[in-house]
């Protein structure tokens, strides 16, 4: 039978390999995390840079699902180091760190929406486009969006309120999650029934629009190409709406993993998931609109590359110097 010294040290082993393991997934999740929240940012600032992109009503909405999303993959990523460092805060704390994720995480699909009803008017009703969808429209638009999103958090933050007993002062003895701080079945209940009518009404949007569209790219008064290409789009709506979607699915699943797998596997499948369901949906956004976009794609190219060049005519100017 082993000593204690031996015991010990097969158990500090085992600890070291493990807290090795964490170091390596948060570096894993931070880079990639770190690049696209550059993009992100510079996609962002790409779309405040010319009135033409504050003046279209696709870019607006574009602009609104980009400012939702990196909102989610920073706070995804905060959430993700805390739950690694396994930090306890009190419940007012993890509260409040949760009412921007839960804010931000319902207007991606919604947005999706409307900017599949922004492609659907664009295509089937090209000479009214501009009558219908104009900037002050897109704005209460997105407004609907955002009063959603806080009207489903408010619902959340007083039934926390008025139906779990806990002090909102008290230590958590447990990570700060969102299945942990809406423990209540209630909650769980209302969750997926928000989040099934929102897969209906959304999805319901987005297929009618694409049908709609590809209805239109079959007559002969409609750009076959445009239309095509608005197709294309629709249908990548509907994929980033699924992805979108999946992320919610994330607690559901650790939970029903929670106490049968061992640490170190749950420890993986919670990496895994957050990577996969949760960073990568936020990351396409970019690359889908920004490089496919002819008018975004040159402006972002060159916004992307002007810290490189910056670089390069520095390094040029010193050695010319020297």
Same mark, same amino acid.
């Given at each position: ?8 040290q ?9 807290e ?5 997934n948060?570096?894993?999740s931070?880079?990639?995390?770190? *690049?696209?929240? /550059? ?5 962002? $600032? ?6 033409v ?5 696709? $870019?607006?909405?574009l602009y ?10 920073a ?5 993700f180091?805390i739950?690694?460092? !396994?930090?306890l =805060?009190t419940?007012?704390?993890c509260?409040? @760190? ?16 409307? !900017?599949?009803?922004?492609? /659907?008017?664009?295509?089937?009703f090209? +000479?009214?486009?501009?009558s219908?969808?104009?900037?002050? %429209? ?12 806080l009207?489903? =958090?408010l @619902?959340?933050?007083?039934m ?12 958590m ?12 079945k ?21 297929? *009618?629009s694409?049908v709609?569209v590809?209805v239109a ?7 076959k190409?445009?239309a095509?290409?608005a197709?294309? %789009?629709v249908l990548?709506?509907?994929i980033? !709406?699924?992805?979108?979607?999946s992320s919610?699915? @994330? ?14 596997t ?16 936020r990351?396409?956004?970019? +690359?889908? $609109? ?5 008018? *975004? ?6 916004h ?8 390069? $005519? ?9």
């Amino acid at each position: 039978m082993p000593n204690d010294f031996q015991l010990q040290q097969n158990s500090s082993t085992s600890n070291g390999s493990t807290e090795n393991k964490a170091g390596v997934n948060v570096v894993v999740s931070f880079i990639p995390c770190v *690049i696209f929240l /550059y993009i992100n940012c510079v996609m962002l $600032y790409t779309l405040r840079s010319k009135p033409v992109f504050r003046e279209t009503s696709r $870019y607006l909405l574009l602009y609104n699902l980009l400012l939702a999303e990196t909102l989610q993959m920073a706070l995804a990523q905060m959430m993700f180091l805390i739950a690694v460092g !396994m930090v306890l =805060m009190t419940r007012l704390v993890c509260l409040l @760190v949760f009412i921007p994720t839960i804010i931000t995480t319902v207007i991606s699909p919604f947005n999706l929406a409307l !900017m599949s009803l922004d492609t /659907y008017v664009a295509v089937c009703f090209p +000479l009214r486009h501009a009558s219908i969808v104009t900037v002050p %429209t897109t704005y209460g638009a997105i407004a609907v969006v955002w009063a959603i999103s806080l009207a489903n =958090m408010l @619902v959340k933050v007083i039934m926390l309120k008025f139906l779990d007993a806990r002090p909102f002062g008290q230590f958590m003895s447990m990570l700060c999650t969102e299945t942990n701080i809406f423990q209540l079945k209630i909650f769980s209940e209302f969750e997926s029934g928000f989040v099934c009518a929102q897969f209906v009404s959304v999805g319901l949007i987005i297929i *009618i629009s694409y049908v709609g569209v590809m209805v239109a790219a079959k007559t002969a008064s409609i750009d076959k190409v445009s239309a095509n290409k608005a197709s294309k %789009t629709v249908l990548l709506h509907m994929i980033q !709406m699924g992805l979108s979607l999946s992320s919610t699915l @994330v607690n559901t699943i650790l939970t029903g993993l929670h106490g049968k797998v061992d640490v170190i596997t749950f420890r993986h499948l919670r990496f895994s998931l957050f990577v996969c369901l949760i960073n990568l949906p936020r990351c396409l956004s970019c +690359l889908i $609109y920004g490089l496919r976009d002819k008018m *975004i794609r040159p402006i972002l190219i060159r916004h992307l590359r002007l810290g490189i060049h910056f670089k390069i $005519y520095n390094f040029h100017t010193h050695d010319v110097n020297r």
